[in-house]
Structures are given as structure tokens and as C-alpha cells.
């Protein structure tokens, strides 16, 4: 059995390449999964670049039993 399952994150990037926000766009179904992905990707950086921008990020978790 196990898990597999998408979520889709959307990240929002300064332009000194900090995360500002990340927006959970899909759950991956699992709220800690996806807490955790966030706090993750908050904690991330980034090229610095003219202008800030967004990323949508998908993931896949796949866990066997």
C-alpha cells in the first residue's frame, strides 16, 4: 500500500532572492506534509534577480509500507 500523492506550491521570490510567501496551490492531502514543505521552501534562496517573481513548484511523496 503506502502513499503517493502531488502537491503544487506556488513560491513568491524578492528580487534579492528571499522567499516572501509560499501558497499551498494543491495539498498533498496531508496537512503536516504540506506544512513542512512550506517551512522548507521559506527557508530558501534564491538567484537574486531585476525584479521579484513566482514559481510554481510540483512535488510527488511516495511512501511504501
Not at 7 to 25: C, L, M, P, Q, W
Not at 26 to 38: C, E, N, R, S
Not at 51 to 62: D, S
Request: hydrophobic fraction near 35%; charged fraction near 30%.
Amino acid at each position: 500500500k503506502g502513499v503517493n500523492s502531488v502537491g503544487t506550491f506556488r513560491v513568491h521570490i524578492s528580487a534579492d532572492g528571499d522567499v516572501k510567501a509560499v501558497d499551498v496551490e494543491k495539498t498533498t492531502g496531508f496537512k503536516d506534509i504540506d506544512a513542512g514543505y512550506v517551512a522548507t521552501l521559506m527557508n530558501s534562496k534564491y538567484e537574486k534577480a531585476k525584479t521579484g517573481t513566482t514559481k510554481l513548484l510540483k512535488v510527488r511523496i511516495k511512501l511504501k509500507e
